[in-house]
């Protein structure tokens, strides 16, 4: 899935829909891998079929209608789409070249362009043509119509056991009889009774040097230095390890880490993506927000509250109240279609949005898939959905619906006088006329001198006039992407509830959905958590729009107090599993953000809500739970392979090893920069060059957006349809959608990458002019440079290999370079960026 934004039409329910969840139809198995593919097509295929395709390719009138089928075929199934009609199947599965149903959407034959009321967008098409291409999954395929639902029980006995949603309660910590397994903590009896059980061992502990460097990487993202590894090889205390905790868990470089953990997660970027990519210039505050509060180590409970209801929270001083609404950035920084005609759905497709992220953040559960039916696999029913959409639909998120929408931004001093903010306003203008001069300037030929001194007396001329202005205005107070209760004039002054809309379609209105949280989780008897104005002359119909009643508030505090109720089963098992999943590669559940049927079962669920229990217990303290994890035997194990382990449980889903892992596109990044001694320490602030809300180019060769500094990689721009290319080489995660868990790929252009990109070259010219500052011989520098890049000392072929690496390079550049200084420093460059380059260097045992 490449956008997270659904269509608000969905396929008509006798045509499509497999059967709903109900008490007699319990919902259909599907694949244990089928879930992302499910929801692509869930979110993105199914509605795409529906708007486009079923008027002519669905169900034929019966009784004789005048209407037949186009081309004699049905796209109500997979089954009908590879029978096909009179021209063939429209589908082969995996190639889509082959499928005429891809050929048709493309417009590339004569005679086979659909729909034929016009082509569809760009996006669309590469939606389905990535269906096909990974295979055309289609879940629940069925061609028959669904019964209608039976009268009973809203959930069945299976739904309502359920794991996922049962509170998580403090189990027995298991005894380990055999005294040869070590366990420092409760954490090691939980693993070792399940690997006791399927007649396993744990493997060894790992060495120090493996295990400061593992731990280091873990909590700050950084390499450690060899003063670090020596001092802990040197202590031999039983408080060793611990120290070493605690220092990296009071370093800032931990929140720096720990940050963009959840940046991930809550989809950050610094420009909006989609159709009108605009920059948000004042998103990193909410980035700097989530650094403090993970080195503040706040509680990860008021961390919920604030991001979802910061604004209606008390505080007790001016920076607490700017702290508690740039937290609310979180449903402001989410991708939107800015320049959707239909205001109403773009309204809709917002609050869906920032639904779906809180959804799959604090719970894990897929609540945007019940947008236009209930949810085909977990017990969601659309009017529940619709229950908690209208909270987002009464927050206003947007400054303005214009042709091009823009966002809403807040000060926490309130709104400035009507003549500074034009002042201001006139300040952004004349830059921007300073920028197009300059712009202007450099394009006159020298020889048309006339010219050029115009241009550059205009330039001054409005130079002078931005620093008298400048001079003039008060100091800005900051403004912060936010929210506030209210719609902003999309549901009147006010919030209100929501009517379901019948296949996700506002203009045909079910029932009313009162305020009620998911009822799989809250109950089926609950009272609505917003009280309502009765008042029956409100309620109107207004461009097809029928409004609901009028609420006294959007429910979004109410919302945040739920999800941080210690009672909540989802909220501490969904973050405890991200923090696993974090240190060992994977989580406890290997689906992060999906606790519900599609997603993985746990694989140890004693000790996941063992360790939820005590993350509640323990004040919601992230970095206690670090410590709790970090200090097990089960963290502290090498990773050394098996054979008969490896073919008894080969993913390791038991824990009778730790997982080898890849770094992270910025650790490697950040390595880099701090092994050739580069890596500027600057905290906070924007490194975003383009003005806010000002266009970003999709072109990395146009953009004026750098990725030259040297500072830590959090602080890069993410720019949403042009990812820093480096970012993309190694993973990065896809910023228009909530992704909790990054793909890993181990592919040659990586490798390629590291041998040829310039910023690699740069950093391995510095690290080698820093290895020959010391006085020594060559051996010496290759000793130097592995404890510094790899935390471990060379060994002597590791020195023979390197010192003949570097001879063999240096004779090989003779015929072209006569100076033997500047062959030597290019010769060790290329061995700097051989390490570089290694696995070792860019994995973490």
Not at 345 to 353: F, H, R, V
Not at 356 to 378: I, N, Q, W, Y
Not at 500 to 510: A, E, F, K, L
Not at 799 to 812: E, G, I, N, P
Request: net charge neutral; with cysteine.
């Amino acid at each position: 899935m490449t956008a997270p934004l659904r269509r608000a039409a969905c396929v008509v329910a006798t045509l499509l829909l497999a059967p709903p969840f109900t008490a007699t139809a319990a919902p259909p198995a599907a694949p244990a891998n089928a879930s992302a593919d499910d929801e692509f097509f869930e979110k993105k295929i199914r509605p795409l079929l529906a708007d486009h395709c079923l008027k002519c390719h669905g169900t034929p009138p019966a009784n004789g209608g005048s209407k037949s089928l186009g081309g004699g075929f049905k796209v109500t199934s997979r089954a009908e789409l590879l029978k096909g009609g009179e021209t063939g199947p429209a589908l082969v599965p995996g190639e889509p070249d082959k499928s005429l149903l891809v050929k048709a959407v493309e417009y590339t034959e004569e005679g086979l362009k659909m729909p034929p009321k016009g082509k569809l967008s760009d996006q669309q098409i590469a939606d389905l043509t990535k269906w096909v291409k990974s295979g055309a999954a289609w879940p629940n395929d069925t061609a028959t119509t669904n019964p209608a639902a039976p009268a009973g029980p809203l959930f069945t006995p299976e739904q309502k056991a359920f794991w996922a949603f049962q509170p998580a309660k403090l189990p027995p910590v298991p005894e380990i009889q055999n005294p040869k397994y070590a366990s420092r903590n409760e954490i090691d009896r939980f693993i070792l009774t399940k690997l006791s059980a399927a007649k396993l061992s744990p493997a060894d502990p790992t060495d120090k040097r493996t295990l400061i460097r593992r731990v280091t990487f873990d909590l700050t993202g950084l390499p450690p230095t060899p003063e670090e590894v020596a001092a802990f090889l040197k202590d031999d205390s039983p408080e060793a390890f611990e120290k070493v905790i605690d220092r990296l868990l009071a370093a800032p470089t931990y929140g720096e880490r720990w940050a963009r953990h959840w940046l991930d997660v809550v989809r950050y970027a610094d420009s909006n993506g989609l159709d009108e990519n605009t920059s948000f210039g004042n998103a990193w505050r909410y980035r700097d927000y989530v650094i403090k509060s993970f080195n503040d180590d706040k509680p990860y409970d008021q961390f919920v509250k604030e991001q979802l209801a910061g604004d209606l929270l008390p505080a007790d001083s001016g920076a607490a109240r700017l702290e508690q609404l740039t937290a609310t950035g979180l449903l402001s920084i989410g991708p939107k279609v800015l320049a959707e005609p239909d205001k109403q759905k773009m309204l809709l497709d917002i609050a869906d949005e920032q639904l779906d992220t809180v959804g799959k953040a604090f719970m894990g559960l897929t609540l945007g898939c019940a947008r236009c039916h209930d949810h085909k696999f977990d017990p969601i029913p659309t009017r529940d959905y619709y229950s908690l959409l209208a909270v987002f639909t009464s927050t206003r998120t947007m400054q303005n619906l214009n042709t091009v929408a823009r966002a809403f931004e807040r000060s926490p001093d309130g709104p400035e006088k009507p003549e500074i903010r034009a002042d201001r306003q006139k300040l952004e203008q004349l830059r921007k006329d300073v920028r197009k001069l300059e712009v202007e300037y450099s394009k006159v030929p020298e020889t048309e001198k006339q010219k050029r001194i115009e241009v550059a007396a205009k330039a001054d001329e409005k130079r002078a006039e931005i620093k008298k202005l400048e001079a003039a205005l008060p100091p800005a107070s900051p403004v912060v992407l936010a929210v506030e209760e209210g719609s902003g004039g999309a549901y009147g002054t006010h919030g209100r509830n929501l009517y379901v809309q019948v296949r996700g379609t506002y203009s045909t209105p079910g029932a009313e959905a009162p305020a009620v949280f998911p009822r799989i989780i809250a109950g089926e008897e609950q009272k609505p958590f917003v009280e309502i104005k009765p008042n029956p002359a409100d309620k109107l119909e207004a461009n097809k729009i029928r409004y609901g009643a009028l609420r006294t508030s959007s429910g979004r505090l109410e919302l945040a107090n739920w999800l941080a109720d210690p009672a909540h089963p989802l909220t501490a098992r969904v973050m405890v599993n991200r923090v696993w999943q974090h240190h060992f590669g994977e989580g406890l559940v290997r689906s992060p953000d999906n606790f519900g049927r599609l997603g993985d079962r746990p694989t140890h669920p004693e000790l996941l809500d063992w360790l939820a229990v005590q993350f509640v217990k323990n004040g919601w303290s992230m970095k206690k739970l670090h410590k709790l994890i970090l200090l097990s035997a089960t963290y502290q194990m090498n990773s050394t392979h098996d054979e008969r382990a490896a073919l008894a449980d080969p993913e390791n889903r038991l824990l009778w090893r730790f997982n080898r892992q890849r770094l992270e596109a910025e650790a490697v990044r950040d390595s880099m920069l701090v092994v050739a001694g580069t890596l500027d320490h600057t905290a906070g602030g924007s490194l975003l060059s383009n003005g806010n809300f000002e266009y970003v180019t999709n072109d990395q060769s146009n953009t004026k957006t750098r990725y030259d500094s040297h500072r830590r990689s959090i602080y890069l721009p993410v720019i949403r349809n042009n990812v820093f290319d480096f970012f993309q080489a190694f993973d990065f995660v896809e910023p228009h959608v909530s992704n909790g868990k990054r793909a890993s790929t181990v592919i040659a252009s990586q490798a390629l990458y590291l041998m040829n990109n310039p910023f690699v070259t740069e950093q391995a010219k510095a690290f080698a002019a820093s290895l020959s500052k010391p006085e020594g011989n060559d051996a010496d520098r290759v000793k130097a440079a592995y404890l510094r890049a790899l935390a471990r000392p060379a060994t002597d072929e590791d020195v023979s290999r390197a010192v003949s690496f570097v001879q063999r390079f240096d004779a090989a550049l003779s015929t072209k370079e006569t100076d033997a200084a500047t062959r030597r420093t290019k010769a060790w460059a290329a061995w700097c960026q051989v390490l570089f380059a290694s696995s070792e260097f860019v994995y973490v045992n």
